[in-house]
């Protein structure tokens, strides 16, 4: 069975950073390239970041390039988000996805509010 756990959201002020993370188990994880999403209140879910199953190339949304870097660790089945100068707009939900399968975790929540 697939598990994919996030962690590390939480309450920051704008301009603060945070960083995600998400273990992975039941699944062979550095086959997948992973991506991280999020959704916002009353919105649909938007795309983030993504890096290749080697962690060798990474892609990320207009509204967060130069500001988050994704990251990965194969040997802890763990991909990572790092988040800097984060701003209102970035409040979310935050969840990893193996990319092409259907598996999604829990979520982990950030906020940023003064």
């Known amino acids: 069975q697939v598990h994919l756990v996030e962690s590390g959201g939480g309450l920051v002020q704008p301009g603060q950073s945070l960083r995600l993370s998400c273990e992975a188990s039941g699944i062979a994880f550095g086959a997948y390239a992973m991506d991280w999403y999020r959704q916002a209140p009353g919105q649909q879910r938007e795309w983030v970041a993504k890096i290749s199953d080697t962690g060798r190339t990474t892609h990320y949304a207009d509204s967060v390039k130069g500001r988050f870097t994704i990251s990965r660790d194969n040997a802890k089945n763990t991909t990572y988000l790092q988040m800097y100068f984060l701003k209102p707009e970035d409040t979310a939900v935050y969840y990893c996805?193996?990319?092409?399968?259907?598996?999604w975790g829990q979520g982990t929540q950030v906020t940023v509010s003064s």
């Open positions: 996805h193996p990319s092409i399968t259907n598996y």
